[in-house]
């Protein structure tokens, strides 16, 4: 708004000089609005659940868990349960996070040689399917890994990584490399934990990782699960820096720690 001074008695120039004044003070104004705005909204794509999360890599995780639900594997599930919340929580401080479960067993166990969750950003959906599956079945010694990395592969939505573990190899080692390879070209890493020492189980998971561009740890002890898996997934929102801070964070394992300086590249997308 133009206030004039009534008493002073206006000449043309002085009114335009006026009015150009105004119209920067106004630019100023929308200017500085604007990239408020912008911040705000910024602010609000990195807050989760009252907290500003940051992402040096500037990534966001969509992990596909393939976790060998037979007969052996019950105490990796007691403890996934155990786990589940506080990695979600963990993981989530660091960039934004997708999770979906898949169960997998035998081509014996019929209609239950898979079982999948949905795709969760929260950790009590997950939760509530992980407490569902008894680990059963899975009649001799390999298991379909090869089938689920397949399955992993067909996914309809994005995945960045996939987290593998279990105690036994797939039936056919060479459609296991063969997937894993599809995989890499798709750009999604395997990273593979071997439970147990089975060594036919070391020599498959190993190749599966190698192949898909992933990495290959052994999970010797469950109480290294939370921090294993959690490493992988940060590391794919938040590069090596992101790792480096969890593991000063959490003080976690030496085993954790080796798996963490073995992680490749972080990726860029």
């Given at each position: 708004?133009?206030?004039?001074?009534?008493?002073?008695?206006?000449?043309?120039?002085?009114?335009?000089?006026?009015?150009?004044?105004?119209?920067?003070?106004i630019k100023g104004?929308?200017?500085?609005?604007?990239?408020?705005?912008?911040?705000?909204?910024?602010?609000?794509?990195?807050?989760?659940?009252?907290?500003?999360?940051?992402?040096?890599?500037?990534?966001?995780?969509?992990t596909?868990l393939?976790?060998?639900?037979?007969?052996?594997?019950?105490?990796?599930?007691?403890?996934?349960?155990?786990?589940?919340?506080?990695?979600?929580?963990?993981?989530?401080?660091?960039?934004?996070?997708?999770?979906k479960?898949?169960?997998?067993?035998?081509?014996?166990?019929?209609?239950?040689?898979?079982?999948?969750?949905?795709?969760?950003?929260d950790?009590?959906?997950?939760?509530?399917?992980?407490?569902?599956?008894?680990?059963?079945?899975?009649?001799?010694?390999?298991?379909?890994?090869?089938?689920?990395?397949?399955?992993?592969?067909?996914?309809?939505?994005?995945?960045?990584?996939?987290?593998l573990?279990?105690?036994?190899?797939?039936?056919s080692?060479?459609?296991?490399?063969h997937?894993?390879?599809?995989?890499?070209?798709?750009?999604?890493?395997?990273?593979?934990?071997?439970?147990?020492?089975?060594?036919?189980?070391?020599?498959?998971?190993?190749?599966?990782?190698?192949l898909?561009?992933?990495?290959?740890?052994?999970?010797?002890?469950?109480?290294?699960l939370?921090?294993m898996v959690?490493?992988?997934?940060?590391?794919?929102?938040?590069?090596?820096?992101?790792?480096?801070k969890?593991?000063?964070?959490?003080e976690?394992?030496?085993?954790?720690?080796?798996?963490?300086?073995?992680?490749?590249?972080?990726?860029?997308?």
């Open positions: 708004m133009l206030i004039v001074d009534r008493r002073h008695k206006w000449n043309d120039e002085e009114i335009l000089k006026k009015l150009e004044s105004i119209k920067k003070e104004f929308k200017k500085a609005e604007a990239i408020n705005d912008h911040t705000n909204d910024d602010t609000k794509r990195k807050e989760k659940n009252g907290a500003i999360v940051h992402s040096p890599t500037g990534n966001e995780s969509s596909l393939l976790f060998d639900a037979t007969g052996s594997m019950q105490p990796l599930w007691n403890e996934t349960r155990e786990v589940i919340k506080e990695m979600v929580d963990r993981i989530t401080k660091v960039g934004n996070v997708r999770l479960c898949v169960a997998y067993r035998d081509y014996c166990d019929g209609d239950k040689i898979f079982e999948r969750s949905r795709w969760h950003t950790a009590e959906p997950l939760f509530n399917f992980i407490k569902k599956i008894d680990c059963d079945g899975g009649g001799d010694t390999p298991e379909a890994v090869e089938d689920v990395l397949e399955l992993a592969y067909n996914e309809k939505e994005k995945v960045t990584r996939i987290i573990i279990g105690d036994a190899p797939p039936h080692l060479e459609k296991a490399q997937e894993s390879t599809k995989l890499k070209k798709k750009g999604i890493p395997v990273f593979a934990f071997r439970v147990g020492d089975d060594s036919d189980t070391k020599i498959a998971f190993s190749e599966i990782a190698k898909s561009g992933g990495s290959y740890a052994d999970l010797r002890h469950y109480r290294d939370l921090d959690s490493v992988a997934i940060v590391h794919d929102v938040g590069g090596s820096e992101g790792v480096e969890y593991i000063k964070e959490y976690t394992s030496d085993e954790v720690k080796k798996f963490g300086k073995s992680l490749p590249p972080a990726p860029k997308r």
